[in-house]
């Protein structure tokens, strides 16, 4: 009775060491040490708690098709990262192809044993393979070893088996961590280049805006200085060249605002608080000295007060006046509107020239959009205007618009406005 109890007593320490022992592994697996930290610990420790002299540990390394000695706390580590074996061969390798742990009272004797030169040492006789797998696919193998014959029981099986499933999900979560790390590393090296470039296109940008408005302003004073001395065609062909001028600068700013909004992937706006009338009164008296055949009628209150980047905005207004001019060649009269009301301003322009197509209302604010009668008209454009001006209205908060009128177009947009505006 009292070697019944003896047992049972041994028997129930051990259950309580083993539990114990996993209870630690479980632990580690949890804490911020990084994987090979956790497998060396996990390595000694399991030497201690089986009564082994060596435990080893080889990954399968699916580039290679091979198993890895990964770790060792007895043998040789001159092996670590250089002893590898393929499915099949010697016990690790069987034990890896069939997923099956093997128990070996003496590899001395066991031809399936393969010695490995400055690795295996000959004191180390008995040993346990198993296998370390995870959703069905082979991780590795844990091999433990002692330095005197011993056979292995099946609850000593059990338990080295019970270990290596816990250094399969910490495999499995070490690999899932360095993909994860690798796509970080290059998206951060994305974003170190996608920075740089933007840095490159921010510094061309300001370059060619001071390259091309510098002569263009200088050819403007010249042609100013010689329509004051000249008369009949000859200051005529000066308006002319002014007028040309005008059009590459209006170019060149809306070139300038497309590189910009490409560069940073938004317009940086400087807002202020103005007067839209008096703005767009001071665009349409400049465009009245360049187009004497068209006239310009502005229907507007007093006053209206909106915040946002005059500069850019200007860009907008210009842009929809010009091109009132532009597609209605043969002159008349172009009515400009400002409304308020209901939290917004709107701004129209509205000319009898060629007008647009219904389906066209969208299409003509996308990057080099240009409408169907425009071009059955042959008249000549780049198709950057109106989507600059989008990009504009749209970081402001407002919407820009094209539809057919009676005669001609009407182009416009909104702002978005405060109710205390005055």
Known sequence: MRDIDSASHEELRRKVTELSFLERIVRVSASALDHWAMLRIIIDETTAATGTQVCSLYLWDEAEKLLTLTATNGLAQSGVGQVKLGLGEGITGQVAATRQPIAVEDVRKDSRFIWVPNLDQEQFI????????SREQVV????????????????????????????????????????????????????????????????????????????????KSYVHGLRRRLTG???????????????????????MLSLEFEAQGAFALDLQDFDLVAHTAEQIKRLRATSPRHQFELI??????????????QA????????????????????VRIEQGRGEVELSVTDQG????????????????????????GISGHGLGLYICRKVIEAH????????AERG????????????AA
């Open 233 to 255: 065609e000859e200051a005529g062909a000066c308006e002319e060249i002014d007028a040309e001028l005008d059009m590459l600068a209006k170019m060149v700013d809306n070139l």
């Open 397 to 404: 908060g407002g919407r820009i618009y094209a539809r057919p």
């Open 140 to 219: 590795g193998v844990m091999n433990v070893q002692t330095a005197y014959p011993h056979v292995f029981s099946s609850e000593e099986v059990e338990f080295l088996s019970a270990i290596a499933a816990q250094i399969a999900g910490i495999v499995e979560l070490s690999g899932l961590h360095e993909r994860l790390a690798r796509q970080l590393e290059l998206e951060r090296e994305a974003v170190q280049r996608l920075q740089a470039l933007n840095a490159s296109k921010s510094d061309l940008l300001s370059m060619l805006s001071h390259d091309f408005r510098g002569p263009i302003a200088i050819a």
């Open 300 to 313: 507007a209150p007093p006053w209206c007060m909106v915040r946002a980047d005059e500069t850019k905005l």
């Open 409 to 420: 177009s009407r182009f416009g947009f909104t702002l978005p406005v405060r109710d205390d």
């Open 126 to 133: 008995s040993m346990l393979s198993v296998p370390i797998a």
């Open 354 to 377: 060629i007008g647009i197509d219904g389906r066209d209302s969208e299409s003509l604010f996308e990057r080099y959009g240009r409408g169907d009668r425009a071009l059955r008209a």
């Open 316 to 335: 907008v207004v210009v842009n929809l006046l010009g091109n009132a001019v532009k597609y209605w060649p043969d002159g008349g009269t172009i009515v």
